[in-house]
Nanobody, 122 residues
Framework: QVQLVESGGGWVQAGGSLRLSCAAS????????MGWFRQAPGKEREFVAGTSWSGGTTYYADSVKGRFTISRDNAKNTLYLQMNSLNPEDTAVYYC???????????????WGQGTQVTVSS
């Protein structure tokens, strides 16, 4: 089992950047596929980015490709999401999530953090 705690959210103007972190407890962080999701008001939660256990494979939603970068530091039990060129459509609560699956669908993620709010103003 793994516990996840996000941080780094906040308010930023359009065009700005933020870096989210997700600290994981436990000694098996490196065995989990990790992902970032987000949920905007009135919308369903959506996948943003994911990374394999090693960090060697990453994948992104089309809406964030070229702007967001997911990475992980297994020695620090931490997942990151670097977000650049933010726009108001990126406003949402961002969640990190973990799964044992090596090729997960969104519903395969079964460990979730509490979320961190990102607000982008125009």
């Amino acid at each position: 089992q793994v516990q996840l705690v996000e941080s780094g959210g906040g308010w930023v103007q359009a065009g700005g950047s933020l870096r989210l972190s997700c600290a994981a407890s436990g000694r098996t962080f490196s065995s989990y596929t990790m992902g970032w999701f987000r949920q905007a008001p009135g919308k369903e939660r959506e996948f943003v980015a994911g990374t394999s256990w090693s960090g060697g494979t990453t994948y992104y939603a089309d809406s964030v490709k070229g702007r967001f970068t997911i990475s992980r530091d297994n020695a620090k039990n931490t997942l990151y999401l670097q977000m650049n060129s933010l726009n108001p459509e990126d406003t949402a609560v961002y969640y990190c999530a973990a799964t044992r699956s090596t090729a997960p669908r969104s519903y395969d993620y079964n460990y979730w953090g509490q979320g961190t709010q990102v607000t982008v103003s125009s």
